[in-house]
Nanobody, 115 residues
Framework: QVQLVESGGAWVQPGESLRLSCAVS????????MGWYRQAPGKQRELVAR???????NYADSVKGRATISRDNAKNTVYLQMNRLIPEDTAVYYC?????????WGQGTQVTVSS
């Protein structure tokens, strides 16, 4: 069974950085595309970053230049490095994968950016 467990969320001040982690079990992180999404209060869930099997990445315009998605095959973990955080980054961040067309989500990790 595929399981995704996010961690690393925190309350931070604007301008600071965070690294979110998604520990994956039941599937190799190198065997399928992995994504990070976020959902702010009252808003729809949106794609933040996506990493393909081949290692290509794409980002939402709102985080381009500030976010980096990566994976550690040995640890079977996907990361999202977020720099120069702004209040608009406040949201619950979710890890996602869709092996064989079946969608899996983690429980989410809260990121709050506020002074």
């Amino acid at each position: 069974q595929v399981q995704l467990v996010e961690s690393g969320g925190a309350w931070v001040q604007p301008g600071e950085s965070l690294r979110l982690s998604c520990a994956v079990s039941g599937i190799s992180v190198s065997a399928d595309a992995m994504g990070w999404y976020r959902q702010a209060p009252g808003k729809q869930r949106e794609l933040v970053a996506r990493l393909t099997i081949g290692g290509d990445s794409n980002y939402a315009d709102s985080v381009k230049g500030r976010a980096t998605i990566s994976r550690d095959n040995a640890k079977n973990t996907v990361y999202l490095q977020m720099n120069r955080l702004i209040p608009e980054d406040t949201a619950v961040y979710y890890c996602n994968t869709r092996p064989y067309g079946i969608e899996y989500w983690g429980q989410g990790t809260q990121v709050t950016v506020s002074s």
